[in-house]
């Protein structure tokens, strides 16, 4: 069975804008990318003494159930180049699974709908432009809603 997967997409090092390309099509791999939403440039959160970002959010339908999905993509980051210094250090890719169908799930690696998601303009804008009407699954508000209550 297909479930339809969120991702959110971010990058502030090296070639930014290739990072993703390159991560987009590694996820490709995983399942089929039916949505990509423009890219944009965003300051970045938490640790702000690091380069902006770029920021992008993709749907996509795969066979991979959650677990497997993180795996998954935490690989391709890691094939881009990403290591994990220290929380919200930069790094050459990010992917965060926002929304998996309509899972509300809280384990100890993985949190869904992702936890943070109502308060990231960076991920609701993207996630926006794409699927405005998709309801986080935990609250029932459209992503368009979100965006707006920011």
Same mark, same amino acid.
């Given at each position: 069975?297909?479930?339809?997967?969120?991702?959110?997409?971010?990058?502030?090092?090296?070639?930014r804008r290739a990072n993703i390309e390159l991560g987009l099509a590694m996820l490709?791999?995983?399942?089929?990318?039916?949505?990509?939403?423009?890219?944009?440039? *965003?300051?970045?959160?938490? &640790?702000?003494?690091?380069?902006?970002?770029?920021?992008?959010?993709?749907?996509?339908?795969?066979?991979?159930?959650? &677990?497997?999905?993180?795996?998954?993509?935490?690989?391709v980051e890691r094939a881009v180049g990403r290591h994990r210094a220290f929380p919200?250090?930069?790094? *050459?890719?990010?992917?965060?699974?926002?929304? &998996?169908?309509?899972?509300?799930l809280e384990a100890p690696h993985l949190i869904l709908p992702h936890p943070r998601?109502?308060?990231?303009?960076?991920?609701?804008?993207?996630?926006?432009?794409?699927?405005?009407?998709?309801?986080?699954?935990?609250?029932?508000?459209?992503?368009?809603?979100?965006?707006?209550?920011?």
């Open positions: 069975m297909l479930a339809e997967a969120y991702l959110g997409l971010g990058s502030n090092l090296g070639d490709g791999r995983l399942g089929v990318v039916m949505a990509v939403s423009s890219m944009r440039e *965003t300051l970045p959160e938490g &640790f702000s003494r690091q380069p902006p970002f770029l920021n992008a959010a993709c749907r996509m339908w795969t066979s991979l159930d959650p &677990f497997q999905l993180l795996a998954k993509v935490q690989a919200n250090a930069p790094r *050459t890719l990010d992917i965060d699974i926002l929304v &998996f169908s309509r899972a509300v998601l109502r308060e990231r303009r960076f991920a609701l804008e993207p996630l926006s432009e794409i699927a405005p009407g998709l309801r986080h699954p935990a609250t029932g508000e459209t992503i368009a809603a979100l965006l707006l209550s920011l």
